[in-house]
């Protein structure tokens, strides 16, 4: 957030910022949501609606669910909430109790281990590096002194975009099953992913799992503020409880056109999105090697690229801080998302356009050069 003020007050004395910091598309959401969202504001009242939201919304998650894991999702299984970071805070309240622990990666994404601390739990960071893809392993769980009470992972991963082998899942699951650990798998940025790398499920191994899902990502409606969570039984109406009183339910308009980004329309729409994605990946990794910067995580997925820059600096809020006020350009310093080894590295967005890719990294060669020597 920092870099996002620092970036706004360039941006309004310079006019020249492109920002690589942002986790988020650059378009908007796709045509039928758009129509969707005005025919309704002429066609429903948009009052409050059921807390865990609307019935066909929850039939069109259940659906694309079954139909992406193979497996049988019913729209009861399915809560719908405020972004899927209102679907944290409603899930750490129902199944965490204050000095329990959780367990996350470490580089992850930082709300989980702000919003687990503001509650109260005791969070365990996972010190994990490219020899298991930045991404938690069972041999790493049989290392904790004892089962925790939960384990966050995400797949693929905000800030490396890195892939969870799917055996791996697999054995995560059933460990957290045998364990009494509950999994919470964020799954956000599924339908984004390149070459050969594939996601998986939680869901697929274990109904005893919580699957997170959002239309921030894959579905570039992140201001629309909808996510939601497939959600075994036995939370449900704790979290429905919880709900009805902190948000009593998500934003009425957003439930109504969402439907819509779940139609074939939509996807072939979201899908050039993904493809223009790999261009700006491709962009994005060439330039950087030729720039010198070569030790990042294998960006399977998302659009980020996770570098580690130690060779350049020791202080990756410094340096983004420097590269911004030389060229304009906006990244994430490291420590954000790790703030162990954060300090010599940075995280690069390539969701932006094609055009904005090319011209970022245009200036930002000089810069790496000269910093780099
Ligand atoms: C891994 C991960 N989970 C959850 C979120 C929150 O997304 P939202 O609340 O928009 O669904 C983000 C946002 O960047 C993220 O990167």
Redesign the pocket.
């Known amino acids: 957030m920092d870099v996002f003020k620092a970036a706004a007050q360039r941006a309004r004395t310079h006019g020249d910022v492109l920002s690589l910091a942002a ?2 598309p650059s378009t908007s959401a796709p045509a039928p949501v758009l129509r969707a969202a005005r025919e309704a504001l002429d066609a429903h009242v948009l009052g409050y609606t059921e807390t865990l939201g609307t019935l066909p919304l929850r039939e069109a998650i259940a659906r694309h669910h079954a139909h992406e894991a193979g497996i049988p999702v019913h729209a009861d299984d399915v809560v719908v909430t ?7 805070t409603l899930l750490f309240l129902a199944a965490f109790d204050v000095g329990d622990t959780v367990v996350m990666a470490r580089p ?2 930082p ?2 281990r702000n919003t687990l601390a503001a509650l109260g739990c005791r969070v365990v960071e996972l010190d994990c590096g490219i020899e298991s893809r930045f991404q938690p392993t069972v041999a790493m769980l049989d290392a904790l002194p004892e089962p925790p009470a939960g384990l966050i992972i ?1 797949s693929p ?3 490396t975009g890195t892939i969870i082998d799917a055996g791996e899942l697999a054995a995560i699951a059933r460990w957290c099953e045998q364990h009494g650990t509950l999994l919470i798998s ?1 799954e ?2 599924h339908g984004i992913s390149y070459g050969d790398a594939r996601t998986s499920s939680a869901w697929e191994t274990s109904k005893e799992s919580v699957v ?1 899902g ?4 894959y579905f570039s409606m ?1 201001g629309w ?3 939601w969570m497939l959600l075994p039984w036995t939370l449900h109406r704790a979290v429905e409880r919880l709900a009805s009183n902190m948000t009593v339910c998500p934003p009425a308009i957003s439930q109504v056109a969402a439907i819509a980004a779940f139609t074939e329309e939509s996807r072939t729409e979201l899908d050039a999105h993904v493809r223009r994605y790999a261009v700006n990946r491709t962009i994005l990794l060439d330039g950087l090697a030729a720039g010198g910067i070569t030790d990042l995580a294998p960006a399977d997925g ?1 659009f980020y690229a996770y570098a580690d820059i130690g060779h350049l600096t020791q202080d990756s809020r410094a340096w983004c801080e420097n590269v911004l006020a030389t060229t304009g350009v906006a990244l994430a310093p490291g420590v954000d998302f790790d703030t162990v080894a954060g300090n010599h590295t940075v995280r690069f967005s390539f969701a932006g356009t094609t055009e904005h890719m090319r011209e970022a990294l245009a200036r930002l060669a000089p810069a790496l050069r000269a910093q780099g020597g």
């Open positions: 986790g988020q405020t972004g899927s970071s209102g679907a944290f992850g994404y709300a989980y995400a991963a905000n800030p964020d956000i940025y997170i959002s239309v921030s990502k992140t503020r909808l996510g998302a």
